[in-house]
């Protein structure tokens, strides 16, 4: 039936344009929506002109010149999606083509009235191209958009699939019995197959390896969060004692005017006691680096670890006070920990050296250590489960930052340094 042939090769036509825009796009603009209500009627007077003056097998011939190339031309060209993404959308959509073929001889099967035939078969065929388009060609466009070892994978079967048929409708299926061409498919299928599967092996390792940096920047930043939290309440008490400082003034004033000295020089050991207790000791102008110190040399005190601070920092940085809580505790802990390790009458000391130069914010942390540091490709690996972490996590931040750190371990002496520019363009 003429009608039918028309309608159907129309739909067909307008089906494939439709999906390789939207591969190869992902959503449509103005811009593209406008391009495709040119191009379609275009090119469907052109192919009605050939198959005027042609002839059907000759249009059907030609039909890869007549559409495919103007479609990539139109992709590469006009929407710059570039060459490989136009190729393989081009060849998927030409691909898919194929379940609408399928769609007809199902339908056929039903012996139905050629007009009843018709209206099931475009019905169905607009059905799929609506489910394709909502759960499908999204998915599609976004894996051809990811790095190139999963997209390469992806886009090989289409592309065999389309030369293939090619092939054998250009030579009328004349190398059909030859062993190399019917092992063609089969094997191109199984190879993308591999590929395919290499390529996702390693995207899950890839993300999985990012989730668990994440997760342990996810911990640490927490812990960063308590810490810092802790420090401010130590500094409000201290506020508060300043406060006091009149009622202990009043006190002293009292004692040495009733000619109690003893009492009264004992009476400020305590309080200087007590004040050192509370405020923290000040190496720079920034507060929070301060308040960071000041707990980090409490706990190196308690390992008899000794700590010799370098430090000249502004008032203010433009890092998150959680980010340079997780840098600063994660490099002074690991070398707390390894300058405690060493015996009683080694040298256990921690120099850190905190400043600013030329815009980047400049840290390095030394300390001692004994035994060997084993390395996994630039970081540092301990003994103890999860304490690499730490390491990780230094390093996740400095990337983030578009920073650079190193971890060197060099006769006995273990040295972080850290730089991250704080302007970053």
Not at 115 to 129: E, I, N, Q, R
Not at 396 to 413: E, K, Y
Request: aromatic share 8%.
């Amino acid at each position: 039936m003429l009608i039918y042939d028309i309608l159907y090769y129309i739909y067909v036509f307008f089906f494939g344009s439709y999906v390789s825009l939207r591969i190869a796009l992902g959503a449509f603009t103005l811009r593209e929506w406008r391009l495709l209500a040119a191009a379609c009627p275009a090119l469907l007077i052109l192919q009605g002109v050939m198959l005027q003056a042609q002839g059907v097998e000759q249009v059907w011939a030609l039909y890869p010149l007549l559409v495919h190339l103007p479609l990539l031309l139109l992709l590469a060209l006009l929407c710059r999606t570039g060459w490989y993404k136009a190729v393989v959308s081009v060849a998927i959509a030409y691909a898919l083509c194929q379940l609408l073929r399928w769609l007809g001889l199902l339908i056929g099967t039903l012996s139905l009235a050629p007009t009843v035939t018709l209206v099931l078969h475009l019905s169905a065929c607009h059905m799929l191209l609506l489910l394709l388009d909502r759960l499908v060609l999204g998915a599609i466009h976004h894996i051809l958009s990811s790095d190139a070892s999963s997209r390469g994978g992806f886009g090989l079967l289409p592309v065999i699939y389309y030369l293939y048929d090619y092939f054998m409708r250009y030579t009328h299926q004349r190398y059909a019995d030859a062993e190399v061409f019917r092992e063609l498919m089969p094997t191109g299928t199984v190879l993308t197959f591999i590929l395919f599967a290499i390529a996702y092996q390693r995207e899950l390792s890839r993300s999985s390896q990012v989730q668990c940096q994440a997760d342990a920047l996810e911990l640490e930043l927490a812990c960063a969060q308590h810490e810092i939290a802790a420090l401010r309440t130590i500094e409000e008490r201290t506020a508060i004692y300043r406060h006091d400082l009149r009622h202990h003034l009043s006190m002293l004033g009292s004692l040495i005017a009733s000619g109690r000295q003893e009492q009264a020089l004992a009476y400020i050991r305590s309080t200087e006691s007590e004040i050192d207790a509370l405020v923290p000791a000040r190496y720079c102008e920034n507060e929070t680096v301060n308040l960071l110190l000041s707990a980090f040399q409490a706990k190196a005190t308690e390992r008899d670890v000794r700590v010799s601070v370098r430090a000249a920092l502004p008032k203010t940085l433009p890092l998150p006070d959680t980010e340079l809580c997780a840098l600063l505790l994660n490099g002074l802990e690991n070398a707390c920990e390894a300058a405690a390790a060493l015996p009683e009458d080694a040298c256990r000391t921690v120099d850190v050296l905190l400043h600013v130069r030329q815009g980047n914010l400049l840290v390095e942390i030394k300390n001692p250590f004994a035994g060997e540091v084993a390395m996994q490709g630039d970081l540092p690996l301990s003994g103890k489960q999860g304490r690499h972490y730490g390491c990780r996590s230094i390093q996740s931040i400095v990337q983030q930052r578009r920073g650079i750190c190193t971890f060197q371990a060099q006769s006995g002496v273990f040295t972080l340094r850290i730089a991250i520019p704080l302007c970053v363009p």
